[in-house]
């Protein structure tokens, strides 16, 4: 199994920052996709941004220019610096990774998701 362990969240006023981390762990043997989505109750998970396999990013248009997600490869750790924030951005934010692990017979594909972590943005 692969365990995504996020970090970061808490509540700030707005125009504040706050940076996300999100550690994965497990056997490990390729990272497709890592990346952040969010979700207000009552609605579904929605993308904030991502790494493709390829190394692109993707960001929802709302967070452009003020979120930029980063990584450290050797650490299978991808973090979300979020800056300039706004009440609208208070959701639950998930931590998602995709890729290859090794199994006892061979390889396997994996798509996990972390716990969440609550970000808050009020005054």
């Known amino acids: 199994q692969v365990q995504l362990v996020e970090s970061g969240g808490g509540l700030v006023q707005p125009g504040g920052s706050l940076r996300l981390s999100c550690a994965a762990s497990?056997?490990?043997?390729?990272?497709?996709?890592m990346g952040w989505y969010r979700q207000v109750p009552g609605k579904k998970r929605d993308l904030v941004a991502t790494f493709t396999g390829g190394g692109e990013t993707n960001y929802a248009a709302s967070v452009k220019g003020r979120f930029t997600i980063s990584r450290d490869n050797a650490k299978n750790t991808v973090y979300l610096q979020m800056n300039s924030l706004k009440p609208e951005d208070t959701a639950v934010y998930f931590c998602?990774?995709?890729?290859?692990?090794?199994?006892?017979?061979?390889?396997?594909?994996?798509?996990?998701w972390g716990q969440g972590t609550q970000v808050t943005v009020s005054s």
């Open positions: 497990g056997s490990i043997l390729r990272l497709n996709a």
């Open positions: 998602n990774a995709a890729g290859i692990r090794a199994v006892a017979d061979g390889l396997a594909r994996f798509d996990s």
